[in-house]
């Protein structure tokens, strides 16, 4: 008895603990993927809090080089017919050689990844914020820590006798990053300031206690493209400030304040007059001032929601560092850093993009952090698996608003895909293929193996998506022409393959894995990949259904309705039990390759599902097993959310403790070797890819809730370890806020914000019931 009334009491100190939200170190960073994000979703600082010589990486969403281009090959459409013709007669690897030649885009594309000085631009780093303190002393009593609950960092010491802090946020109020360094004894605060950047500054002018950049990134075309604009503004409290070379001095200040704002031309303003404005607004105001203005508005977006995983004891105060390799040892033993991680993905959706501003960016494949002016992949948006998993967790993460900037860009996509749909088949409508950057860049990549699969269709699932959540009609009317327009893309292209009658996509790849032909040869262009099958099913679906809910009585959704009868189904199991992933059963050149988009139809979209479609799910599972669980960041991410799809908790969080293994090397791999999580909670591909922490987020999310079957199921995939727990905010499809308890795996406290008197289907421990909204 007495027993049991401990261990419920560890239970409930596993709750009170309730402040899980420090990712924190006792050493400062030695590589970047140590250093601690911050982000307003425009501006960014990784401060590695060093003691005598700290480097703040500095960032700006906007830092493009590159700049608009017509990269689509307006002879294509030419080569279209013979293409289709070598895929009817299964001549894949002709077809493949001629996509090659004719279906790509013209000019460099991407660079093969490496476009900072080619058209298509990459996303770069903007600089460093340089300090070189002069105490000398032995360094004492050190930790750094970032609260995810503050969006602030800290680093702090004891060193010459006197204990240090420095501060370090960007704020949410105005757009300005903030550096308080502070210590207990006055006349301490002694450093000397300076930016770095590698390239392409045009001025560095001191004024005073002032640092203004300004410098432009090459468009690609032998000229200037992007203006960019930095400024810094040391605020010291006694001593003396002066400058030297590119130097800010201060020497016995009893504290300062270092402001710093950064913006380009990419928003339509002068970045230079910009930065003093937005320093202007703030350099009046006190730090705790400037701390409360940040506060007030980042705090209420973090707490929407409040996850907690019970305990028998708290990890909080054991270093991050250490307790991923725990985790990784034995994840049951520390469900506070699942939830944390699930919060630490929140907290980098509110930080890598800001849906308040127009033109704002999603996040890219960096988020907004970058140490590099070649980013790997340019830091482009990948459109085959990469920009989508980066918003997976927002709506049901209670962030709707944070789709926004995505939805922008499909928008616009929309737009410029109109003539790539021309190029490409002669065709009406629109479509991109798989990657994009901020100029609108949507024709296919430079390979077909990897650039010929087109994301229109799979973009729309981000339209329809946001609907569901938020039941927003005006928004849907807003976005139908581009679902149609789509749709109609996809209509007017798709031919009907003469082996089965069905309607399929052609030339296209299932992204990117390749498989043997009968002749030996290995190919990766078919026609009809299984993801093609579901993604135009799913878009037909959705037009359908958009253009009920809407009541426009369109005569093309009526067409459409024909249509969707003559694509392949969503799901063909092979001889050996497993979904296809082609419309023939071909034999993987990788068998564990890391897209695994066959399974699309599972997750994200709705047609495999153990209730509605129990042999499918057999398959996806099956399917799952010769995958495998390994894998990139990124596809580990993907196989949690799998897994909680097929209503397997354990399965999940084994991945999960997969995806968090320590990751120390940043060299690229494909296959999944060096993949987890850095010592800073940032997903390893390796590279860095933030892919993975938004999708690992988004798959702890859906082991607790979903909806996408018709009613909320709660705790569709809980794991045994996950015993007790409660969570408050989620919000399932329906526009309902969900909060509930759980004990022993059960739910025991529920409550279902929506419209007062609606009856909500739910699944409750195993029952189906009506919840009444009250
Ligand atoms: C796709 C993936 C790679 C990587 C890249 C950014 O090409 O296949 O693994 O994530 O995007």
Not at 282 to 289: F, G, L, Q, T
Request: proline share 5%; aromatic share 12%.
């Amino acid at each position: 008895m007495k027993k049991v009334v401990l261990m419920s009491l560890c239970l409930w100190t596993g709750f009170l603990s309730a402040q899980d939200s420090k990712l924190w170190y006792k050493e400062p960073a030695k590589v970047w993927e140590e250093t601690l994000p911050l982000g307003n979703g425009l501006i960014g600082m990784m401060p590695d809090g060093k003691v005598n010589d700290e480097s703040i990486v500095l960032n700006e969403i906007s830092m493009w080089s590159g700049s608009p281009q017509d990269a689509n090959n307006y002879q294509a459409m030419n080569s279209v017919g013979e293409i289709q013709k070598l895929l009817f007669e299964g001549k894949n690897d002709l077809a493949e050689a001629l996509v090659n030649k004719n279906f790509v885009c013209v000019g460099a594309g991407s660079g093969q990844g490496n476009g900072a000085e080619a058209p298509y631009g990459a996303f770069q780093n903007l600089g460093f914020m340089n300090f070189l303190f002069f105490h000398q002393g032995e360094t004492t009593d050190y930790k750094r820590w970032l609260d995810i609950a503050d969006a602030k960092a800290v680093t702090s010491f004891n060193t010459d006798g006197v204990h240090y802090q420095r501060e370090y946020f960007t704020s949410f109020d105005k757009n300005v990053g903030v550096v308080r360094l502070s210590a207990d004894k006055k006349k301490s605060i002694e450093f000397a300031m300076h930016f770095y950047r590698d390239q392409n500054i045009e001025d560095y002018k001191i004024n005073g206690n002032e640092i203004t950049v300004t410098g432009s990134l090459p468009d690609g075309k032998g000229g200037r493209g992007i203006q960019y604009a930095a400024k810094f503004k040391v605020l010291s409290k006694g001593g003396t400030l002066q400058n030297h070379d590119n130097q800010l001095i201060v020497k016995g200040a009893d504290e300062a304040v270092v402001l710093f704002a950064a913006s380009t031309s990419y928003y339509g303003h002068d970045p230079k007059d910009y930065v003093s404005k937005e320093i202007q607004k703030v350099e009046k105001n006190s730090y705790a001032k400037l701390w409360k203005a940040h506060s007030s508005k980042y705090k209420p977006l973090f707490n929407r929601v409040d996850l907690q995983i019970a305990d028998l004891t708290s990890k909080a105060d054991i270093p991050t560092k250490d307790r991923l390799q725990a985790f990784f040892k034995d994840p049951s033993q520390d469900n506070g850093l699942a939830s944390l991680y699930f919060q630490f993905g929140r907290y980098l959706t509110i930080s890598s993009t800001s849906p308040s501003t127009p033109k704002a960016l999603p996040p890219n494949l960096q988020g907004l952090w970058a140490h590099q002016i070649q980013t790997p992949w340019n830091g482009d948006y990948h459109l085959n698996i990469n920009a989508q998993m980066n918003h997976w967790g927002v709506e049901v993460s209670n962030l709707s608003e944070y789709h926004k900037p995505f939805i922008e860009m499909i928008k616009n996509l929309a737009k410029e895909g109109t003539k790539t749909a021309k190029a490409y088949y002669n065709a009406p409508g629109w479509v991109v293929y798989m990657m994009t950057n901020p100029w609108g860049y949507t024709a296919p990549g430079e390979h077909a193996s990897w650039g010929a699969s087109t994301a229109s269709g799979w973009l729309c699932n981000h339209l329809w998506e946001h609907y569901q959540f938020t039941k927003d009609e005006a928004y849907l009317k807003e976005v139908y022409p581009v679902l149609k327009e789509a749709a109609v893309f996809y209509k007017a292209t798709m031919v009907k393959d003469p082996k089965t009658g069905w309607l399929v996509t052609s030339p296209s790849v299932s992204p990117e894995n390749g498989f043997k032909l009968p002749n030996g040869k290995r190919a990766a262009v078919v026609m009809g990949p299984t993801i093609d099958n579901q993604i135009v099913r799913e878009l037909y679906e959705s037009v359908i259904k958009s253009n009920e809910i809407l009541g426009l009585n369109d005569d093309f959704a009526k067409q459409l309705q024909g249509d969707i009868k003559q694509l392949p189904p969503a799901v063909v199991v092979s001889k050996s039990g497993r979904v296809m992933e082609w419309l023939e059963d071909y034999e993987e050149v990788e068998p564990k390759h890391r897209h695994v988009s066959h399974l699309y139809g599972l997750y994200p979209a709705n047609f495999i599902s153990p209730v509605s479609s129990p042999e499918w799910a057999e398959a996806a599972k099956k399917t799952l097993a010769v995958r495998g669980d390994e894998g990139t960041g990124w596809s580990r991410a993907w196989k949690i959310l799998f897994w909680a799809r097929l209503h397997d908790g354990d399965h999940s969080l084994e991945i999960l403790r997969q995806l968090l293994q320590p990751a120390y090397g940043s060299g690229t791999t494909y296959q999944g070797a060096g993949a987890g999580t850095y010592p800073n909670l940032f997903c390893a591909h390796p590279p860095f890819q933030i892919d993975g922490n938004f999708g690992g987020s988004a798959g702890i999310a859906e082991m607790l809730i979903q909806s996408h079957d018709g009613y909320i199921h709660l705790l569709p995939a809980l794991p045994t370890a996950w015993k007790d727990g409660k969570v408050s905010g989620l919000k399932a499809r329906g526009n309902y806020t969900v909060d509930f308890e759980w004990k022993d795996g059960k739910v025991t406290n529920l409550q279902i914000k929506g419209k007062k008197g609606e009856q909500v289907p739910v699944i409750k421990n195993g029952e189906k019931i009506n919840y009444t909204v009250s």
